[in-house]
């Protein structure tokens, strides 16, 4: 069992930064890789970025080179630092746990109760 705390989400202008951050406690077997997904009204939630228990991350095209998923094993921690925020990037945040196999993230359904970022214009 895997429990999920999201927190760090707020209210940011256009071109600032925010860092998100996800407190995980528990674990099962088959769980070796952390990700966001964000969810925006009326659209499906979407994967964000995967960091692997190897450490090897994966970003969806929307973010890549504005977000930066890492993580602290020391206090079992995984953050989402996102730079140059856009209003697009405006959605409830989700952390999840998975797995992640040959470039594929396969999350379980294990969800932290989501933080709101929203990005005015």
């Known amino acids: 069992q895997v429990q999920l705390v999201e927190s760090g989400g707020g209210l940011v202008q256009a071109g600032g930064s925010l860092r998100l951050s996800c407190a995980a406690s528990?674990?099962?077997?088959?769980?070796?890789?952390m990700a966001w997904y964000h969810q925006a009204p009326g659209k499906q939630r979407e994967l964000v970025a995967v960091?692997?228990?190897?450490?090897?991350?994966n970003y969806a095209d929307s973010v890549k080179g504005r977000f930066t998923i890492s993580r602290d094993n020391a206090k079992n921690t995984v953050y989402l630092q996102m730079n140059r925020l856009k209003p697009e990037d405006t959605a409830v945040y989700y952390c999840?746990?998975?797995?992640?196999?040959?470039?594929?993230?396969?999350?379980?359904?294990?969800w932290g109760q989501g933080t709101q970022v929203t990005v005015s214009s």
């Open positions: 999840n746990a998975g797995g992640s196999y040959r470039g594929s993230y396969f999350p379980l359904d294990y």
């Open positions: 528990g674990s099962i077997v088959g769980i070796n890789a």
């Open positions: 960091i692997t228990s190897g450490g090897s991350t």
